[in-house]
């Protein structure tokens, strides 16, 4: 055995570096076995697999239930009060204060999973999915033993590296209390209990739902801090929309922006959608507007977010404080007829 990984072993020991200290040791057994000294070796590697080390897996390749994901390094847009608790987690698991478990609730398309991306992106880590579909199994029993081999990838993993995102954690875990729920099921949420707790705590696990309220308790207490993305005021999802707008306006040849219309628009909207069901609105309604008619597009959105009426009703579009110009662009029919048609009513 070689002076230097002697040296190297106490170092990682004292510096608390798990990892390295069992890559240390794996490579002086290996040097044993190399010399014919097998019992050594093999004695060294047991220490080492019964020992509360966590040994990193050398790459993505040989996971079953997680996957790694690309994601988009753009900016998120976001509430001020949103934003702020995304900041925070952020800082949190940059400082190691201890706080690992992160449960994001809201409704769909309101930021959960992009949240979770952004994370992952400020602190330029890779984004590891876990796949419902590979852990779900019909045999009885087979579901909760593959929660139990999951979490086992999960500790084996090299923090400080990667975020592990349960998203639409629902799928997977269901109010044990819940009479509803299959007896499977509730067996497979003990389970999922058990392995959190046991979680090495240097592993980030980000989890996202649309069904809070049905969690079960002890599940919700298991997470270090909850997230609502269910805080959108109306102000928020008009001006983050204008952002949309904006930034899909400006890969668009030949149209241009009235941001007044588009804010009336949204305005007018009992309810506005959250912002991933907007982007896609508005995405659609550019790609298939009439390019020769640079406002097109407003209609589209218009019809979209007005459950695509066959008639547009200028009276109501009056009511509402359109402009006769704006009623043209939204009806699609000219000015002239407009004040005609209006004057007549």
Excluded: W
């Excluded at 072993?9 to 510096?15: A, D, P, Q, T, W």
């Excluded at 592990?164 to 009479?179: G, P, Y």
């Excluded at 009336?264 to 609105?281: R, V």
């Amino acid at each position: 055995m070689k002076k230097q990984s002697i040296v190297n072993l106490v170092k990682y020991h004292v510096e608390n570096n798990d990892e390295s200290f069992v890559l240390e040791a794996a490579k002086i057994a290996k040097d044993f076995d190399a010399t014919g000294d097998s019992s050594i070796c093999q004695y060294l590697m047991e220490l080492i697999s019964n020992a509360n080390f966590y040994i990193p897996q050398s790459g993505y390749r040989d996971l079953r239930f997680l996957r790694k994901i690309e994601y988009s390094t753009k900016p998120l847009l976001l509430p001020n009060i949103i934003e702020e608790d995304i900041i925070g987690i952020t800082k949190a698991i940059s400082k190691k204060t201890g706080l690992s478990k992160f449960l994001f609730y809201g409704a769909p398309g309101s930021g959960k999973t992009e949240s979770a991306y952004q994370i992952a992106r400020l602190l330029n880590r890779d984004i590891l999915y876990v796949s419902s579909e590979q852990l779900i199994d019909s045999r009885l029993g087979e579901t909760a033993k593959n929660v139990s081999l999951l979490f086992d990838e999960i500790n084996h993993l090299s923090y400080g590296k990667v975020i592990v995102l349960f998203d639409e954690i629902d799928s997977l875990v269901l109010d044990r209390v819940n009479k509803n729920d299959l007896r499977e099921m509730g067996r497979v949420t003990s389970v999922f209990l058990k392995e959190l707790d046991s979680l090495n705590e240097n592993i980030i696990i980000i989890a996202t739902t649309n069904l809070f309220d049905s969690f079960d308790k002890a599940l919700i207490r298991r997470f270090d801090a909850t997230v609502s993305f269910d805080r959108y005021s109306k102000e928020d999802l008009i001006e983050i929309a204008g952002s949309i707008l904006t930034a899909n306006l400006k890969c668009s040849v030949g149209l241009k922006q009235d941001i007044r219309l588009f804010n009336k628009i949204l305005g007018n909207l009992k309810e506005i959608p959250y912002p991933g069901d907007l982007k896609q609105i508005i995405k659609t309604s550019i790609a298939f507007c009439d390019e020769s008619n640079q406002y097109d597009y407003l209609r589209k959105i218009f019809l979209a977010l007005n459950g695509n009426p066959r008639k547009v009703d200028i009276q109501e579009l009056k009511n509402k404080g359109y402009t006769t110009r704006e009623i043209e662009i939204l009806s699609r029919i000219p000015k002239s007829s407009v004040s005609r048609k209006l004057r007549e009513n």
